[in-house]
């Protein structure tokens, strides 16, 4: 396999497993509508999920090991095709009128930088609840929830967060297909289709922020 | 028919300039006077340049050779749009006609990649006949010419293989890239062999091999800003890329 075909199949396939991943993550976020039970449970279950094999917290801990190589990997593989894009980026002395690059698809290595930063400052927040506002409470989920985008400074940046992931996915999603050289009439579809998917995605994972931080 | 007329215009023309790979380029700006608008825009370069040759002024430097859009040769930015703001032409197919309300033209030689200048508006683009020689090619002895039946293609597959033969190697694709990337003419010439019966035989070592050669020649990685399609005067898809990346994961 060429280099560019396997640095190519790493980023889209570990691209593609995260946005999955963040489907699953959405619809567990919404379960906060569902009230303090509903959520919490929730995050019982992903601890407990598969205790009677595994015990508890293995099947959790397996995932997260699996996403963390699945970030390694992509963040890897686009640094190497960013190098050589970078490398080969052309510098005109008069400005070259783009048609079809969009401000994501120009960004995405900085978009990805954003991203991780942000998913650091999203463990050590929620997951690992070292930084935290006043009144969090390990494992209380909903209540942290809710005190921390009541702080404008939460809400702040996971609004930023949010977006910045969106944005990484609208362009991500439809690469991912045309480098996979999925059926190019689903991929065409596809591109106009990301930004819409991408949408949903920011919509449901600020869903949560803005309804705890003006209407609650 | 279109009318043709005595009519006249004239154009400003902001070129750059650049002796030698090693010098230091920058623009300079001319006026073109009394120019038809039934001339194209190389006729017009070629005026300006017996205007600069009687003045003992050296002439523009620009590549072309059929000046009618079927041989690559020609090609620069123009006003930021390799090959010009109109669709599907190569820029030897332009007319002064379709600039009568420009005023001033800026004519930048295509960059990108391992593309240098080698004289104002003309680039070596030699990376690209490197990408062909590592794997662009078919080599089983093919005899003389066959019986036209004795190899049968399925029209649908002859007509998408005319299609990607259809690019003509100009580097547009390289010039309108932000990654300086040629995947769109790579790919079409891999799609162009890769699918015809003569082409299979070798089809996964040429596929990792341009793929291969594309980026040792210092071109980008495509990232799928789908610039390139804009631009090729012979409207190669990005379908074409969709077929490369592919055949490269089973390469
Ligand atoms: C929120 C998590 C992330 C998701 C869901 C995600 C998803 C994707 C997807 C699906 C692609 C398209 C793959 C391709 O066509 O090559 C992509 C490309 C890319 N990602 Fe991510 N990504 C994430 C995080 C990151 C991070 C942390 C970086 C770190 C630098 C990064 C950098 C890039 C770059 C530079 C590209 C473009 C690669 C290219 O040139 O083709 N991404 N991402
Ligand atoms: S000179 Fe042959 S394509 Fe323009």
Known sequence: M?????????????????????????????????????LDNYALFLRIFGKEILGEYTFLNLFRIVLVIAFILHIWSTYLLT???????????SSLAYKSTTFSSKYMFVLGILALSFLVFHILHFTLGIIHPDGFEYLKVYNNVTISFKNTIYFLIYFIGVTVV????????????????????????????AKLFAMFLWIGFLSVPIFVYFFK | MR?????????????????????????????????????????ALDSLNERLTLENRRPISFDSDCREGICGTCGFVINGRPHGPFPGVTTCQLHMRMFEKAGLLVLEPFRGGPFKVLKDLIVDRSGLDRIIQAGGFISVSTGSAPEANS???????????????????????????????????????????????????????????????????????????????????????????????????SS
């Open chain 1, 83 to 93: 190098r050589y894009n970078a490398k080969a980026s052309p510098q005109y002395e």
């Open chain 1, 2 to 38: 060429s280099k560019i075909s396997f640095l190519k199949l790493v980023s889209s396939s570990t691209g593609l497993f995260i946005i999955l991943f963040l489907i699953l993550h959405v619809s567990g976020n919404l379960k906060y509508f569902g009230g303090p039970d509903s």
């Open chain 2, 151 to 249: 190899i049968l293609v399925p029209k649908n597959l002859a007509e998408e293989a005319f299609n990607a033969a259809a690019c003509i190697g100009c580097g547009a694709c390289v010039a309108a890239c932000p990654n300086g990337s040629a995947m769109l003419f790579t790919a079409a010439k891999i799609k162009h062999l890769n699918i015809l019966p003569q082409g299979k035989a070798e089809s996964k070592k040429r596929t990792k091999n341009m793929l291969d050669a594309m980026i040792n020649e210092g071109f980008g990685a495509c990232s799928n800003h789908g610039e390139c399609e804009t631009v090729c005067p012979k409207r190669i898809s990005l379908e074409t890329i969709n077929f490369a990346f592919k055949e490269g994961l």
């Open chain 2, 3 to 43: 009318e043709v007329t005595n009519r006249s215009m004239e154009i400003r023309l902001k070129i750059w300039r650049q002796e030698s790979p090693e010098s230091n380029g920058y623009f300079e700006e001319f006026l073109v006077e009394n120019i038809s608008p039934e001339a194209s825009l190389l006729e």
């Open chain 1, 166 to 193: 969106s944005l990484h996915v609208s362009h991500g999603i439809w690469s991912a297909f045309q480098s996979l050289g999925f059926n190019y009439l689903f991929v065409k579809h596809a591109r106009n289709f």
